[in-house]
């Protein structure tokens, strides 16, 4: 089942946080849920995504990707994402998401979600790869041109080392998966 009540908070409370710009982070507060968790009592895998997508959610109201690309016919879409998990987020944990554009190269951008807890301590990370996809054009839109359009002046920086094996490691997924591998 979808967040759809936390789907709700998010998208009515986005403007009461102010405009995204590039390099600054979107932090929304959770509690795990009893509808969170598995039998092991603590936050299950697949809601961390679900998570994940609420501040990638957040984002895109907050930076004008989502007026853009529903005046435009385009889709933010997900394209991968790996996940590291630390520690459990035990059943009525707090806990915060944390969610941020790294950086981007060509059509993909490459963002980060780290799950905070209370004591600072990084519960769980998921990189994601995404782009927004031009319906009525048939293609990816390139970043900068997205980032001109939106009026965002910064520029990616270099990806990281671990950026770089997660692009590499992203793309090799793909390819098997294009090949029915």
Not at 33 to 39: G, S
Not at 57 to 62: E, K, M, P
Not at 121 to 129: D, E, N, P, V
Request: proline share 3%.
């Amino acid at each position: 089942m979808y967040v759809w009540a936390r789907f709700a908070r998010v998208t009515a409370t986005a403007k009461s946080r102010g405009a995204y710009s590039v390099g600054s982070e979107s932090r929304l507060a959770f509690r795990c849920l009893p509808t969170d968790i598995d039998f092991n009592l603590h936050l299950n895998n697949a809601r961390y995504m679900m998570l994940a997508d609420l501040g990638r959610i957040d984002i895109f109201l907050r930076s004008g990707v989502w007026a853009l690309a529903r005046e435009r016919g385009w889709a933010p879409m997900l394209g991968g994402l790996q996940t590291a998990f630390v520690r459990e987020i035990r059943l009525w944990q707090r806990f915060e998401v944390v969610s941020s554009l790294e950086t981007w190269e060509g059509t993909a951008v490459i963002g980060r979600h780290s799950f905070v807890l209370e004591d600072g301590t990084t519960a769980a990370i998921i990189a994601t790869t995404a782009g927004v996809y031009d319906r009525p054009g048939r293609r990816f839109i390139p970043m900068d041109e997205l980032m001109r359009l939106l009026g965002q002046e910064a520029a990616p920086r270099l990806p990281t080392e671990a950026e770089r094996a997660f692009i590499a490691s992203h793309a090799g997924l793909r390819e098997l998966a294009k090949t029915g591998g």
